[in-house]
């Protein structure tokens, strides 16, 4: 938990306490459905929560803005960011029920109420946002054709609506023809884990 009060010293009371609770929640919920890697749920605060979290630093996102988040996993970036921005409206999606079974409980135990989650593949979501996120759930040109048609033209915020995706590595070969603008996350954070994690942004 200090890992993230380094980073976000501005924390409410209740983020703090909100933030404080996840450790127990996961190891107890991935007991019982795996949603993160046994071996790293150790490392739950700077793999996932500030891995989610680096979206924030990329981007503060203005009362009433709306958010996909797809393929959301155990909730990841999802639950972070909805933590943190408590006036923001995130959808998290899923096609195995299983995660958000999780996702559902995690959000219940922490009081957050802008959640909603929906178990269904992302291709059926049929609503407008002005942001999808997501942690590396497929290459770009798949999630594009996914995210075709779900992202609203009027802007709420400082930068155009698009795609914000969390990812790692080399990705010169699946950018290549995609216009979008590439931030190494370690210029946010200096923990090793962040060395070759880029936050790729797609304008629409």
Known sequence: MKIIQKYFTSLTKK????????????????????VISRKNINQLYTNHVLHSLAIAKFI??????????VGTGGG???????ILFPN???????????KIKVVNEISKS?????????????????????????????NMN??????????????????NNGIIYLKGGDLSE???GISH??????IFFEEDFFISKKIIYVEY
């Open 15 to 34: 983020q703090i306490n909100q933030f404080s609770q996840l450790q127990e929640l996961y190891e107890y919920w991935n007991s019982k459905i795996n």
């Open 60 to 69: 503060k996102f203005n009362h009433g803005t709306s958010i996909l988040d």
């Open 76 to 82: 990841f970036p999802g639950i972070p960011l909805a």
């Open 88 to 98: 923001v409206n995130f959808l998290l999606v899923d096609s195995t029920g299983k």
């Open 110 to 138: 922490i009081g957050l109420s802008n959640i909603k989650t929906k178990h269904e593949r992302a291709e059926n979501i049929k609503e407008k946002f002005d942001f999808i996120i997501s942690r590396a759930v497929t």
């Open 142 to 159: 798949k999630f594009k054709k996914i995210s075709k048609g779900k992202i609203k033209q009027e802007k709420k915020n400082k930068i």
């Open 174 to 176: 699946e950018m290549k």
């Open 181 to 186: 603008e590439s931030i190494d996350i370690s």
